[in-house]
């Protein structure tokens, strides 16, 4: 909790600045940006907007600082189907093209700086709700990409050896979720009697 609320307090600083980049920009004329590109990012924004807005209405547990509620359950449809984190997406859209929509150059790089904001949160977030929210391990065995559609696929297979030799195969995969054991392949193999050894 304490670390969701420090890469708030950090995310709103940079929003901050961010925001404020922009006009001074128009006011001293630093940026000349042609005309398409402006709309085309305004497109963009918009489009990160509406994924925004699809995730709060199908998530109704969303929240600015993580916490699971004790009637939460895991959500897997909507954009949930996508990928595991799509508030986070349609952020990240919406911060990249931010600054070209404002016609600013210059802002560009603070807005990039929410991008490491975004990982780092949403790496942290993983934890809470492996740790807290029942069903959420096994939600990562049908949604395995984090942040973007076919990018950045978290690992889902371990290698295994087997804690009681001669009784077992010595070498088996099993299927992970942030770390954390959630099916074995193949056959019914029990993780508790195997020690984790990491590809």
């Known amino acids: 909790m304490h670390e969701q609320k420090l890469i708030v307090r950090f995310g709103f600083v940079t929003w901050l600045i961010g925001y404020l980049l922009p006009g001074l920009d128009h006011r001293f004329g630093w940026s000349h940006l042609p005309l398409w590109l402006a709309i085309l990012s305004q497109a963009f924004f918009l489009g990160g907007c509406l994924m925004v807005f699809w995730v709060v209405k199908a998530n109704s547990f969303a929240v600015a600082t993580i916490r699971v509620e004790p009637d939460q359950k895991v959500i897997s449809s909507g954009p949930y189907r996508i990928v595991r984190h799509p508030m986070y997406l ?110």
């Not at 950045?152 to 297979?157: A, E």
């Not at 077992?168 to 054991?181: D, N």
């Open 90 to 199: 349609g952020a990240s859209v919406m911060f990249l093209f931010a600054p070209l929509a404002l016609g600013s150059y210059f802002a560009l790089p603070v807005f990039a700086l929410f991008i490491p904001i975004i990982v780092f949160r949403l790496l942290n977030e993983g934890k809470v709700l492996r740790q807290e929210l029942p069903g959420y391990a096994e939600y990562c065995l049908h949604t395995r990409f984090r942040l973007v559609p076919l990018f950045w696929l978290s690992p889902p297979l371990l290698t295994l050896t087997c804690g009681k030799s001669g009784t077992c195969p010595t070498r088996i995969r099993a299927l992970t979720c942030s770390g954390v054991t959630v099916g074995v392949v193949p056959g019914s193999f029990n993780p508790a009697l195997v020690e984790n050894q990491h590809r």
